[in-house]
């Protein structure tokens, strides 16, 4: 068993009024290697000023970690294959919808890769198959996730 730690550090910040519900919900976000980022709601679920659209927000976050892990499997599949891989690319696009019960969710995240290489389509279609089933993020969500021709491609 291996652990994975994240802090979440939010601050009340002078002028705020927390019990109105007027107050900055923007946040730093620190992994155990010593990366630092700001966090924040999306702008669309939080308005400014309460929020900081220069931030990452959970969702994005969620789409970055399947995206990333997927490439990671990708990419290690792709070697041990003897495919040369130069370059990856992913547009991922995450799509939230309601679920009942006034509850929304991440219903379905579309990983879009271009990828560079000496593979053919159907090499890297089964490259990709056999990262989707690797990937510890997408084996731990109940998530749809796809992974569809690059846009403009």
């Given amino acids: 068993m291996t652990g994975h730690t994240a802090k979440v550090l939010w601050t009340a910040r002078d002028g ?9 919900r923007t946040h730093t976000l620190s992994f155990d290697g010593g990366t630092t980022v700001e966090g924040s709601p999306a702008a669309i679920n939080v308005p400014a000023p309460w929020s900081d659209a220069a931030a990452v927000d959970p969702e994005e976050m969620f789409v970055a970690a399947l995206s ?9 599949f792709a070697r041990r294959a003897g495919v040369n891989v130069t370059r990856y690319e992913d547009d991922a696009v995450g799509t939230m919808a309601d679920i009942g019960d006034g509850r929304r969710a991440v219903t379905r995240v579309a990983l879009r890769p271009l990828i560079a290489s000496d593979a053919d389509a159907a090499t890297l279609a089964a490259l ?3 990262a989707h089933h690797a990937c510890f993020i997408a084996n731990s ?8 021709p690059y846009p403009g491609a």
């Avoid at 009024?17 to 007027?22: P, S």
Wanted: charged fraction near 35%.
């Fill in 16 to 24: 705020d009024d927390f019990l109105r519900g007027r107050y900055s």
């Fill in 128 to 130: 990709h198959e056999k």
């Fill in 141 to 148: 969500v109940r998530t749809e996730i796809v992974v569809e």
């Fill in 68 to 76: 990333a892990c997927h490439m990671l499997w990708f990419l290690d």
